[in-house]
């Protein structure tokens, strides 16, 4: 027979191999894979769970930004000047 030692120490180390080896896959997926992104195809951008509608941003040398978002018949262009001034404007046709 065993002495209990042995036995709790065997044990033991069939715990330990059993819980990193079921720890190490989780954590190799989460640092190998990079963080999933929207397809180009779609007009909406997944945001902290919520559809966000994908607009075409131009940016200038100066900072300041153009940016429209097609909505069925409508288009919303949005800018903001270098100086900090924003302006959005809705057209429908």
Sequence with gaps: ??????????GGVAAALLAFGAVAPA???KSGEPQAKTPANW??????????????RVT?????WRE???????????TMSASGEYRESRECD
């Design 1 to 10: 027979m065993k002495p209990l030692y042995l036995t709790l120490a065997a």
């Design 43 to 56: 007009s909406y951008e997944i945001r902290n769970g919520r559809r966000v509608p994908r607009g075409n």
């Design 27 to 29: 954590s190799a997926q």
């Design 60 to 64: 200038a040398a100066d900072g300041s």
């Design 68 to 78: 429209e978002v097609r909505d069925g018949a409508c288009v919303t262009v949005r």
